[in-house]
Nanobody, 112 residues
Framework: QVQPEESGGGLVQPGESLRLSCVASTRIFSIHNMNWYRERPGNQRELVASITGTGATNYADSVKGRFTISRDNEKNMAFLQMENLKPEDTAIYYC??????WGKGTLVTVSS
């Protein structure tokens, strides 16, 4: 299916790292931007990071220097490497294929 599917969420301690993965089964995966959003408790869904089909990236100020978005077009996958996680990073993280298809989300909880 075209719908992205996230994985890799879980419970981590502050300062730890986590890697999220997203896969979307489409033969034209490389055409689309891939995006990671998050929805923190009590807040609207926000864009965290994006990457174009050719690798240009953009990050929200809140995660710059800590998060890295990447993609593997041969595997139809996108990744979000999260370092030095903070409690305020706690959220449901969503992968989005372009501006059309959303994943169901994966929960990241950062707590001591």
């Amino acid at each position: 299916q075209v719908q992205p599917e996230e994985s890799g969420g879980g419970l981590v301690q502050p300062g730890e790292s986590l890697r999220l993965s997203c896969v979307a089964s489409t033969r034209i995966f490389s055409i689309h931007n891939m995006n990671w959003y998050r929805e923190r408790p009590g807040n609207q869904r926000e864009l965290v990071a994006s990457i174009t089909g050719t690798g240009a990236t953009n990050y929200a100020d809140s995660v710059k220097g800590r998060f890295t978005i990447s993609r593997d077009n041969e595997k139809n996958m996108a990744f979000l490497q999260m370092e030095n996680l903070k409690p305020e990073d706690t959220a449901i993280y969503y992968c989005r294929l372009g501006n059309l298809y959303w994943g169901k989300g994966t929960l990241v909880t950062v707590s001591s």
